[in-house]
């Protein structure tokens, strides 16, 4: 991450609150990836950070992207991404994003055996399996799980690639992603392992999707994902990181608007869950770094502007009393940060900047109010 020094001069610069990445620390996570990973081929699940320059930046290193929605199809078909670059997943996908995919060429994860039916002949398929196992990870992260709405049950898999194959789409091979922030290595382990286990003919990918841990160990999740394509007789390993590749290289940076005590000690900040939604929505917790010096320490409460009791960017931490004015950033929120922002309370999104070669870059300017009410407006009606 970047200094404390450049970080403060981020705030003073851009205002708060801000977006700060660090360019150098995306390229550092692709390359542990790499070293993991081998000749595995990377698609960033771009729900993490859909910013264009962080997609530029991990497409100029051979990176393609994994799109579950059509606005992320959209973003990638700005990009001018080839369909080899592209995997088309998500359990509800739009006609849209049908057409769309099918005419890049891109690779279509299927959810359910009835999707067999909505791609067309010839297209590229993988097949997503629920492998159905509890893992290490809050339960709305967990998506492997028997209860969890995605992927084909393991007892139907082999049919499915059956139907698929008479329907004429090409079955590249099979799919699994078990969650998100899966601290286990052991838990990636077991689910490859039954994937391992189908019989589905002959098949040349085996995607292990996402998941990792910011601390996970890579060469241990790699290890596994290679003895299960093995067994499979795969011959490509495609892996989907989010988190993993962008998570380290942002902060949120907030400044204090005041101190208050009711029945707790808050330090109430000019961000909340409308800029960083995962504490409230996981009870996730965020580094923090104090940009100031401080008084004495105390342990406070990071509340945010919000009329909601919950709005917290974090609790009992333990920080040197700040004054108002004073600038805290919350570390590891590249991932799922601005990208789960929202406009609730017509608050107009933070800019997001990059530090790269030694020189901040904007990279999506401040919303003005009118940006967030824009869409309620009459346009002129535009023609399709
Ligand atoms: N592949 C698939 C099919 C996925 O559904 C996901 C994430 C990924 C890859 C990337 O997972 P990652 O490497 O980032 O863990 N909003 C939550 C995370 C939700 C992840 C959803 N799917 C959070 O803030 O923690």
Redesign the pocket.
């Given at each position: 991450m970047l200094s404390p020094a450049l970080l403060q001069d981020a705030a003073e610069r851009f205002g708060t609150p801000l977006y700060v990445y660090d360019a150098a620390e995306i390229d550092g996570a692709l390359g542990r990836v790499r070293a993991a990973f081998g000749d595995a081929r990377v698609f960033y699940?771009m729900?993490?950070n859909s910013n264009f320059t962080i997609l530029e930046r991990l497409r100029a290193r051979g990176v393609g992207f994994?799109a579950v929605s059509p606005g992320e199809l959209a973003r990638v078909r700005h990009l001018g991404c080839a369909g080899s670059e592209v995997i088309v997943?998500g359990p509800a996908k739009t006609r849209e994003e049908y057409e769309l995919g099918q005419a890049m060429g891109a690779t279509f994860v299927l959810d359910r055996l009835s999707e067999v039916a909505l791609v067309a002949p010839g297209t590229a398929v993988l097949l997503r399996v629920n492998p159905a196992l509890d893992v290490s990870t809050h339960d709305h992260?967990a998506?492997g799980a028997a209860k969890s709405k995605f992927g084909v049950r393991l007892e139907d898999v082999e049919r499915g690639v059956k139907l698929a194959r008479e329907a004429g789409l090409v079955v590249r091979g099979l799919h699994v992603?078990i969650g998100?922030?899966i601290r286990e290595a052991a838990d990636f382990g077991m689910a490859f392992e039954k994937l391992a286990k189908l019989d589905v003919g002959t098949i040349d990918v085996l995607d292990v999707?996402?998941?990792?841990g910011l601390d996970a160990d890579l060469s241990g999740i790699a290890s596994k994902a290679r003895q299960a394509r093995d067994a499979l007789g795969a011959s490509e390993l495609w892996v989907?990181?989010?988190?993993?590749l962008v998570a380290r290289s942002g902060a949120l940076l907030t400044r204090v608007v005041g101190l208050k005590q009711t029945g707790r000690s808050f330090v109430i900040v000019d961000a909340g869950m409308t800029e960083l939604m995962?504490p409230m929505l996981?009870g996730?917790s965020h580094p923090l770094l104090a940009l100031y010096a401080g008084g004495t320490e105390g342990v406070f409460d990071l509340a945010g502007p919000a009329c909601e009791s919950g709005d917290l960017l974090a609790s009992n931490v333990t920080l040197p009393t700040p004054s108002v004015g004073d600038a805290v950033a919350v570390l590891e929120a590249g991932?799922?940060g601005a990208a789960?922002s929202s406009t609730y309370l017509s608050r107009s999104r933070p800019a997001e900047v990059m530090y790269d070669a030694g020189a901040w870059q904007v990279i999506r300017r401040r919303e003005r109010p009118e940006d967030v009410w824009r869409a309620e407006l009459a346009e002129a009606p535009t023609l399709a």
């Amino acid at each position: 991450m970047l200094s404390p020094a450049l970080l403060q001069d981020a705030a003073e610069r851009f205002g708060t609150p801000l977006y700060v990445y660090d360019a150098a620390e995306i390229d550092g996570a692709l390359g542990r990836v790499r070293a993991a990973f081998g000749d595995a081929r990377v698609f960033y699940a771009m729900k993490a950070n859909s910013n264009f320059t962080i997609l530029e930046r991990l497409r100029a290193r051979g990176v393609g992207f994994e799109a579950v929605s059509p606005g992320e199809l959209a973003r990638v078909r700005h990009l001018g991404c080839a369909g080899s670059e592209v995997i088309v997943n998500g359990p509800a996908k739009t006609r849209e994003e049908y057409e769309l995919g099918q005419a890049m060429g891109a690779t279509f994860v299927l959810d359910r055996l009835s999707e067999v039916a909505l791609v067309a002949p010839g297209t590229a398929v993988l097949l997503r399996v629920n492998p159905a196992l509890d893992v290490s990870t809050h339960d709305h992260l967990a998506t492997g799980a028997a209860k969890s709405k995605f992927g084909v049950r393991l007892e139907d898999v082999e049919r499915g690639v059956k139907l698929a194959r008479e329907a004429g789409l090409v079955v590249r091979g099979l799919h699994v992603h078990i969650g998100s922030a899966i601290r286990e290595a052991a838990d990636f382990g077991m689910a490859f392992e039954k994937l391992a286990k189908l019989d589905v003919g002959t098949i040349d990918v085996l995607d292990v999707g996402g998941g990792w841990g910011l601390d996970a160990d890579l060469s241990g999740i790699a290890s596994k994902a290679r003895q299960a394509r093995d067994a499979l007789g795969a011959s490509e390993l495609w892996v989907e990181p989010g988190r993993y590749l962008v998570a380290r290289s942002g902060a949120l940076l907030t400044r204090v608007v005041g101190l208050k005590q009711t029945g707790r000690s808050f330090v109430i900040v000019d961000a909340g869950m409308t800029e960083l939604m995962r504490p409230m929505l996981y009870g996730a917790s965020h580094p923090l770094l104090a940009l100031y010096a401080g008084g004495t320490e105390g342990v406070f409460d990071l509340a945010g502007p919000a009329c909601e009791s919950g709005d917290l960017l974090a609790s009992n931490v333990t920080l040197p009393t700040p004054s108002v004015g004073d600038a805290v950033a919350v570390l590891e929120a590249g991932a799922y940060g601005a990208a789960m922002s929202s406009t609730y309370l017509s608050r107009s999104r933070p800019a997001e900047v990059m530090y790269d070669a030694g020189a901040w870059q904007v990279i999506r300017r401040r919303e003005r109010p009118e940006d967030v009410w824009r869409a309620e407006l009459a346009e002129a009606p535009t023609l399709a």
